[in-house]
Every structure is written in structure tokens, then in C-alpha cells.
């Protein structure tokens, strides 16, 4: 989603880093704890985030943990069954995916971004795209789930589609900054 504006490195080409617990209980403690301890150990920015469902139903959830809301973390057609059986016969569907995400440096946090995009859980999933709860999630103003849709759609208004952009902007701003 970044094009060529940046060198991205994934962590996952980087074998040495240290594995990071995801011990907090919002997205921004997740998205913290990732960045700031991975930027302990390489050089430069280092963007780390923490993303899911929040369902108005269900009190927020799953939430914080929308990974493992199946009861196996990344089984996403167990999670997908979770929610169905959970919303099953519930009127109100109001849902939105969160994206919270930290820029670090040396260990300290930066800046933090927050992208929502807000929608409606279907009755069952729809489509072969995407990942995660994509086929149960109607992004507000479509009639087609983010499964439905594809990735040029998803990525043009995603939550982290929306929360990447405000760290571009942030990055573009201290860029611009320095050359004066």
C-alpha cells in the first residue's frame, strides 16, 4: 500500500528480532509493545500495528482478540464460525474494523494513528477474498462484503488503509521538515 515512496523492510525477513507478547488490552498497548521493542533492535522508523473487529452486539467484541475469538489463534474460518453463531439472530449488526498503528525509533513511540472503517455483520460469509472476517464485514455505503469486493476496494478504504495514511502524512510532515 506504500508503493516505492519507502524501504520496507517485513519483520519476518528479519530472523533475529525478538518475539514481541502482545500483552496489552487495546490495539495502541499492542501496537506499542511491537514497536518499541523492535525498534530496540533495528536501525531507523519501525511501524507496527494492531487491528480488528469491534461489534456493537457484542460489546466491542472480539476485539482485541479477533485473532483468536475461535479459540485457535489465526483459524480464521473458526473465528468467522464464532461470530456467526454469536450474531445469530441478533437485529443490530453495527460493526467496525480498528487499526491502530505506532511509529517508533530507538525504542520510544513517536506518533500513533487510529483507522476505523464502520459497517455491518452479515448472516453468512460472502466471497473469496481478503482474510480474517472479510466475508462477514459490509463496509458502510457497499452492498458486497470486503471478501466480496477485492483488494484494490479493501485497500483504498480499509482501517489500515486509513491509519497508514495518517502515518505517511506524519512521515511526509518530518521529512519536509528536516530539508528546511
Known amino acids: 500500500m506504500l508503493g516505492d515512496r519507502f524501504e520496507v523492510l517485513d519483520a519476518t525477513r528479519l530472523p533475529d528480532l525478538p518475539e514481541i507478547a502482545e500483552t496489552g ?71 467496525c474494523f480498528r487499526c491502530t498503528m505506532v511509529l517508533a525509533k530507538d525504542g520510544i513511540a513517536q506518533a500513533d494513528f ?27 455505503g457497499y452492498e458486497r462484503t470486503f471478501a466480496e469486493l477485492g483488494d484494490a476496494v479493501k485497500n483504498r478504504l480499509s482501517h489500515r488503509a486509513r491509519a497508514l495514511a495518517q502515518a505517511v502524512a506524519w512521515l511526509d510532515c518530518r521529512i519536509a521538515s528536516r530539508k528546511k
Open 114 to 140: 487510529c483507522g476505523v472503517v464502520e459497517g455491518v455483520i452479515t448472516d453468512s460469509p460472502r466471497g473469496a477474498r481478503g482474510f480474517g472476517y472479510d466475508p462477514l464485514f459490509i463496509p458502510e
Open 25 to 95: 488490552s487495546t490495539f495502541l498497548e499492542n501496537a506499542r509493545l511491537k514497536a518499541e521493542g523492535i525498534s530496540r533492535s533495528v536501525e531507523g522508523w519501525v511501524l507496527a500495528d494492531d487491528s480488528g473487529l469491534e461489534v456493537e452486539a457484542l460489546g466491542g467484541a472480539p476485539g482485541v482478540w479477533s485473532s483468536s475469538f475461535g479459540g485457535e489463534e489465526g483459524n480464521h474460518a473458526k473465528n468467522n464460525a464464532r461470530l456467526v453463531t454469536e450474531m445469530a439472530g441478533q437485529a443490530a449488526r453495527r460493526a
